[in-house]
């Protein structure tokens, strides 16, 4: 029985691929999405790296703030925690 299913999805396989590579309204499909993606992708580098300079900004004003919290709260600095 697995014999006759990997022949069967051999066929299929190919000629779904034959058919598809052969159809001028796939290879059409094919360049739009293409050129879709190449144009998506070039427009996500800037915000992409406006991100990550977001991202260690937000970092550095976090680990600030929680050191300055841990200070308060724990006695590392000479001011009393309010009561």
Do not use: C, W
Request: cysteine-free; aromatic content about 12%; glycine content about 8%.
């Amino acid at each position: 029985m697995a014999f006759f299913q990997r022949v069967f999805s051999y066929v299929f396989n190919e000629v779904l691929v034959n058919t598809l590579a052969n159809s001028k309204s796939f290879q059409r499909f094919a360049v739009k999405t293409t050129h879709m993606v190449e144009e998506m992708s070039k427009k996500g580098v800037g915000p992409q790296g406006q991100l990550g300079e977001k991202a260690a900004e937000f970092k550095k004003i976090f680990r600030d703030e929680m050191k300055k919290g841990m200070d308060t709260h724990f006695g590392n600095n000479p001011k009393q925690p309010p009561k």
